[in-house]
């Protein structure tokens, strides 16, 4: 029985020395970055860069857990620490640059800006002087020169920017990196245009989201003249503050010039990239698709489509609403019938945000 108990201990303190090594913690701190879970990742980043995990970590994995800390920080809406992580990092190692393929171009211009701002003054040592063996007779030598004066202290950096307002809508949460743990849904109305090659119509309706941390799900529904119908549902997944994948199917109805009810049905894959354009709250993004499928019943068929989309979306002294625009082309061809169809669509969305 003692021996089984020792053997027990013995083999438990490996286990539990592993589960709080410094590279376990520090993979933790990714995931939980990766997931968009930035508290968590501020917490075990800081703990892996203390005392006593910090002594196992190599310069470039200490690089590696700054640059993640600042991020976070970032993305935590806390400028300060952001800029002060950083500097710690071009301190480390003034060549580090974050990888593209993990942060997004917010992060590099902010490291950049703090890495352009930090001034290293390298002084000469003291010139050695020859030893010279002078006869005792000769005169004391004369007293040492002045030293030269200090440089000049390195310029003050720049003031920090000004910290994100806070987030009043689930699109403005996951625009400053923090992703809410209960499900968010917003409502909003839109007016859109649509040209195709067998005419032209305007449609009044809505657009829907709900989100529950990195999963949405989108509904839009708009109907108009000439018997345009738009009805579309897409689950969006965001991999990234700034990128995000979807999927789901697009219906559209319209009556042509000769009276006949024409539709068009696609399945999309697609993805999404947001970007800020300015500090006063302006927005853009851009969105490419493919169709998975796509039917038509006037001519009978299938076929293939792809398309995209741009727009800017701004609540600069608008008060509680929002305002977007947006602009897509949707290009289908149907092999069975060797049509080519090219449609133009104009959107006008307002919403109000979310206290």
Excluded: C
């Excluded at 068929?301 to 897509?328: C, F, K, M, Q």
Aim: aromatic share 6%; charged share 15%.
């Amino acid at each position: 029985m003692k021996f089984t108990l020792v053997a027990l201990l013995l083999f438990a303190a490996p286990l539990s020395a592993q589960g709080n090594s410094a590279s376990n913690t520090m993979a933790q701190a990714v995931r939980a970055y990766q997931d968009l879970e930035f508290d968590v990742a501020v917490r075990l980043l800081r703990r892996v860069l203390a005392p006593p995990l910090a002594a196992q970590l190599k310069d470039a994995e200490r690089a590696r857990a700054l640059m993640y800390l600042g991020a976070a920080e970032h993305y935590r809406g806390r400028p300060d620490s952001a800029i002060a992580v950083f500097r710690r990092l071009v301190a480390l190692a003034p060549d580090q640059r974050p990888d593209t393929l993990i942060f997004p171009p917010e992060i590099s211009r902010l490291y950049d800006g703090v890495r352009g701002a930090a001034t290293v003054v390298a002084v000469a040592p003291a010139p050695r002087q020859a030893a010279v063996d002078t006869p005792s007779h000769a005169p004391p030598p004369p007293p040492p020169l002045a030293p030269p004066p200090p440089p000049p202290p390195p310029p003050p950096p720049p003031p920090p920017p000004p910290p994100p307002p806070r987030p009043r809508s689930h699109e403005h949460a996951r625009d400053a990196g923090a992703v809410p743990t209960r499900v968010t849904a917003t409502v909003a109305g839109l007016m859109t245009n649509v040209r195709t090659g067998s005419g032209a119509g305007t449609a009044a309706g809505f657009v829907g989201n709900a989100w529950l941390r990195r999963v949405g799900l989108q509904v839009r529904y708009a109907e108009g003249s000439n018997g345009l119908v738009e009805v579309a549902l897409a689950l969006r997944v965001q991999g990234t503050p700034w990128l995000s994948m979807q999927v789901g199917p697009n219906a559209r109805r319209f009556d042509t010039a000769l009276g006949a009810s024409e539709r068009w049905v696609t399945w999309r894959l697609g993805a999404r990239g947001d970007f800020p354009i300015s500090s006063s709250g302006v927005r853009g993004y851009g969105m490419l698709w493919h169709a998975l499928a796509l039917d038509v019943n006037l001519p009978s068929g299938s076929g293939s489509a792809n398309g995209g989309e741009i727009g800017v979306r701004t609540d600069a002294g608008l008060g509680p609403l929002w305002l977007a625009l947006s602009y897509g082309v949707d290009q289908a061809v149907v092999h069975d019938a060797n049509r080519h169809e090219t449609d133009k669509i104009l959107t006008l969305t307002v919403g109000v945000n979310r206290r």
